[in-house]
């Protein structure tokens, strides 16, 4: 009995050793997020926003859809170019995000969100003016590059409109 007792404990120990040794850095959250409309929270829309990137990385199609948001069909997406190689991206429609996600991870594109700064709720729409984040990928650098961005959460939908591009070395935000 004290030996199974025992085992159990030391599984129980390896396993939150392993979980704890992949935990990536927290999420720096900032700004306002006071005001949300009923049956809306701020912490929704900080799971749609980690949501979305990790989905984006894995060009997981139902994980965008999912944390995705197209009121009246309208979404944005918008990444400018991070390296000579790189280009300018603008995506309307879920399909063109898909096919844009799809493309990246070809590159094995990995993107890690850092802080979010909100700037309030208007109506149904969290919005943050700085989202800082690294990105990655094969034919970008052979480091990870300093992303800032900005967009919106819509309540109960998803990510709305973001908009991304390389941090100006002028901006003081997170390193």
């Not at 959250?29 to 894995?58: E, L, V, Y």
């Not at 300018?88 to 799809?102: C, G, K, M, S």
Request: charged residues 20%; aromatic residues 10%.
């Amino acid at each position: 009995m004290v030996r199974i007792f025992c085992a159990a404990v030391g599984l129980q120990l390896l396993l939150i050793g392993s979980a704890s040794a992949q935990q990536s850095t927290p999420l720096k959250i900032r700004g306002d997020t006071t005001g949300a409309p009923r049956g809306c929270s701020a912490a929704s829309g900080i799971s749609a926003i980690s949501a979305w990137f990790a989905a984006f990385t894995d060009a997981d199609s139902a994980g965008l859809a999912k944390a995705s948001s197209t009121p009246n069909g309208r979404f944005v997406f918008s990444i400018a170019k991070f390296a000579t190689s790189d280009t300018f991206i603008r995506a309307r429609t879920f399909e063109e995000l898909l096919a844009y996600a799809r493309a990246r991870a070809r590159q094995r594109e990995r993107m890690t969100v850092q802080e979010v700064r909100f700037n309030g709720w208007r109506g149904q729409v969290l919005q943050w003016d700085r989202l800082y984040f690294t990105r990655s990928a094969n034919d970008l650098s052979d480091k990870a590059l300093r992303g800032v961005g900005k967009g919106g959460y819509w309540c109960g939908q998803g990510v709305w409109y973001l908009h991304l591009a390389p941090r100006p070395d002028i901006d003081r935000g997170r390193r």
